[in-house]
C-alpha cells in the first residue's frame, strides 16, 4: 500500500503549517500543546480566524478590502499587507476552543478595522493588529470560561461512570 498523502490534512499542512509553528503548535485559546510536540494533539490541531469569512476575515476577502482602503500603493504592497493582516487574524486552535468560538461575531469586520484606522500603511497595519489583539483576549476570556464549565461536568458526570464501566472496545 502506498503512503497516504499528507497534504489532504490542509487543517495541519499547506496554508495552516505557518499558523501552527507562528503558535509554537499551541492552542492560542486555551493554551493547550506546545513544546514538546505531541502527534495526537497536534493533529486536533486547527486555525481559528480571529474575524471569520462572514466578517471578511479570510485571505481573499482581505486582499479586497486592502484594496479599497489603500487603491494608490502598488500592487505587491497591497498583496504583502493583506498577508500580514492575514497571518494576524489567524492563531492555532484546538477543536474544543475552534468549535466554541469560531461562530462568534466581533463588534467590527476586517474591512471596518482598515477603514476606521488613519496614517499610513505601517500605521493602519498597527491599528488593526490592536483590534486583533484584544478580539483574541475576548476569545481566550470565553474559552477559558466554556472550558472551566466543560470540565466541571467531564468531572461530575463522566470520568467516574467510565472508570467503573469495563471497556466494551474490539479489541485491536
Known amino acids: ?4 498523502d499528507y497534504k489532504n490534512c490542509q487543517s495541519l499542512f499547506g ?3 505557518d499558523c501552527h509553528i ?6 492560542q485559546l486555551c493554551g493547550c500543546g506546545g513544546v514538546p510536540l505531541d ?3 497536534w493533529r486536533q490541531m486547527t486555525v481559528e480566524h480571529l474575524i471569520g469569512s462572514s466578517q471578511g476575515g479570510y485571505l481573499p476577502q482581505i486582499r479586497v478590502a486592502v484594496a479599497a482602503r489603500f487603491p494608490d500603493i502598488s500592487a505587491g504592497s497591497r498583496e504583502d499587507l493583506a498577508r500580514r493582516l492575514d497571518a ?3 492563531v492555532t486552535a484546538c477543536q474544543f476552543c475552534n468549535s466554541t468560538t469560531s461562530r462568534e461575531r466581533n463588534d467590527k469586520s476586517m474591512s471596518d478595522l482598515l477603514q476606521d484606522a488613519t496614517g499610513s500603511v505601517d500605521d493602519v497595519a498597527t491599528a488593526v493588529a490592536s483590534a486583533l489583539k484584544a478580539v483574541l483576549e475576548r476569545k481566550r476570556e470565553k474559552a477559558q470560561w466554556k472550558l472551566a464549565s466543560v470540565r466541571e ?6 470520568r467516574g461512570r467510565m472508570a467503573a464501566q469495563p471497556s466494551t472496545a474490539i479489541a485491536q
Not at 507562528?22 to 492552542?27: E, H, I, T, V
Not at 461536568?153 to 463522566?158: D, I, K, Q, S, Y
Open 1 to 4: 500500500m502506498r503512503p497516504y
Open 15 to 17: 496554508y495552516a503549517a
Open 22 to 27: 507562528r503558535s509554537g503548535g499551541k492552542c
Open 39 to 41: 502527534f495526537d494533539l
Open 88 to 90: 494576524l487574524n489567524t
Open 153 to 158: 461536568a467531564f468531572e461530575r458526570e463522566v
